[in-house]
């Protein structure tokens, strides 16, 4: 299967009051057509910020990225010029956030906002682009959708603004799409609608998505794959079902113990885990592994090396000597 995105070794330090901060280090990680990819891990680990670096919107820049390549269909995107780059975002990769009301303008309907961004990327006039808009709006499956088109964004429910959101960003048929944390702000019944729509774009369309959320159990729902992020590296990444079920890294294992789950509360007998400790603040030194100081299996020689990339089986690899050290 052709990849859609390739990230080899991608690094990217930000250089701000507080001096130069690296923020990823060697991310690696690839997306089929057709796949989904979830990003997860706590707060801080470097998941807005590898989106952020996809679409080379990173806050300092594209100097912000200090090595490696970002290949997005054969197409090399840390070379290619802001003017060119232009014409990818929205158009071939689209991207959408926790809160559609920042990325919508209140002061525009959202047919006329759906529209503009059709007329941007297609060659169409503004009633062909509305019969599109009214098209997509039925895709995501927005009942009345011509009364929708006449509406402001304040005048809908949250969930509703999250649909409008992904139809704007489905209605170029983009072959990739960012989404981070969309359905945090939802309560659970819209949550499980918005991941079934985003499911079902992807598979009808063969588009490629990176889905970004520090919620396992969502990720679990969507994922083809997933890979697990600690500060600023992804420590371990396999198939959903790999990483879900056989967790290998303490990292991974810590976060998959830390789900609620649906016990009675007399019957609950485990109270829930909470990992002790912080992510580490991007400029503290720490040598050896990152999750070491917080790590319950950590070893002498996890203070001192980085761990290398273990490959375990297709697929599923890992970052840490304690694993290292158990298989030997
Ligand atoms: N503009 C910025 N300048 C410098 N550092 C930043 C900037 N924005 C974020 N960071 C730092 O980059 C690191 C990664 O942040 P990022 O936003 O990618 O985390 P995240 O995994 O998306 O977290 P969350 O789940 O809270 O969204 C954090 O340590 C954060 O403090
Ligand atoms: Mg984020």
Do not use: W
Request: glycine share 8%.
């Amino acid at each position: 299967m052709e990849n859609i995105l390739t990230i080899k070794n991608l690094s990217v330090s930000l250089t701000g009051k507080r001096g130069t901060v690296p923020i990823l280090h060697d991310i690696s990680l690839e997306i089929e057509a057709g796949h989904i990819l979830g990003l997860v891990g706590e707060s801080g680990s470097g998941k807005s910020m590898t989106a952020f670096a996809i679409t080379q919107l990173l806050p300092g820049g594209r100097n912000s990225i200090v090595g490696g390549s970002i290949n997005f269909c054969g197409q090399e995107l840390t070379e290619k010029k802001e003017s060119e780059l232009a014409k990818f975002r929205g158009k071939e990769i689209a991207m959408i956030f926790q809160e559609p009301m920042t990325c919508l303008n209140p002061v525009f309907t959202i047919g006329r906002q759906m529209t503009d961004v059709i007329m941007t990327h297609q060659q169409k006039n503004r009633t062909e682009a509305t019969s599109k808009a009214l098209e997509m709006l039925e895709k995501v499956h927005i009942r009345n959708a011509e009364r929708v088109l006449k509406r402001y964004p304040y005048e809908l429910s949250g969930g509703m603004r999250q649909r409008v959101m992904i139809a704007i960003a489905l209605s170029c048929s983009p072959k990739l799409l960012i989404a981070d944390e969309p359905t945090t702000a939802l309560d659970v019944t819209i949550q499980a609608q918005i991941i079934f729509l985003i499911k079902e774009a992807c598979k009808a369309s063969g588009t490629g998505v990176v889905f970004i959320s520090h919620d396992l159990g969502v990720v679990s729902q969507l994922c083809d794959k997933i890979a697990v992020m600690y500060s600023g590296k992804i420590v371990e990444m396999g198939t959903a079902s790999d990483v879900l079920r056989d967790p290998q890294h303490p990292y991974t294992k810590a976060l998959l113990s830390s789900i609620p789950r649906f016990t009675p509360k007399e019957d609950a007998d485990d109270k829930l885990y909470a990992i002790p400790g912080m992510v580490p603040d991007p400029l503290e030194v720490i040598s050896g592994c990152r999750f070491a100081p917080r790590c319950p299996y950590v070893l002498d020689i996890c203070r001192k090396e980085e761990p290398p990339l273990k490959i375990l089986e297709e697929g599923h690899c890992l970052h840490c000597h304690f694993q290292e050290e158990v298989q030997a």
